[in-house]
């Protein structure tokens, strides 16, 4: 089944530069995994589409049930260059959170 990544986890973001900081994480240690498979950078950046000039690169945090993402060229410049709504990149947890993911059901559920 589809699901937003909100109704597993939930996100902090801000920035450095023109690069945003995106931490994902679990609400729970069984969604992790989850995280892992389903929250990849490739998918990231097709998420956001043409706001995310660079690359985007994952780290994983397995002891804290969280994933961290740092997207390249995300901020159209960085705080005091760009003319984004949200130029230090604080609403982009929210955005990701918004990112549909496969589920199964009994994962949900277990």
């Not at 990149?89 to 589920?103: D, F, N, Q, R, S």
């Amino acid at each position: 089944m589809r699901v937003p990544l909100s109704r597993i986890a939930h996100g902090r973001s801000g920035d450095k530069g023109d690069t945003s900081n995106i931490g994902i994480i679990a609400y729970e240690d069984r969604w992790y995994p989850v995280l892992v498979r389903e929250v990849t950078p490739e998918r990231v950046k097709a998420h956001f589409g043409s706001l995310i000039e660079g690359r985007v690169e994952r780290f994983e945090l397995p002891n804290l049930g969280a994933l961290n993402f740092l997207c390249y060229g995300a901020l159209g410049g960085g705080g005091t260059l760009s003319l984004r709504i949200d130029a230090q990149g604080k609403t982009m947890a929210a955005g990701l959170l918004g990112m549909e993911i496969e589920i199964d059901e009994r994962e949900l559920t277990d």
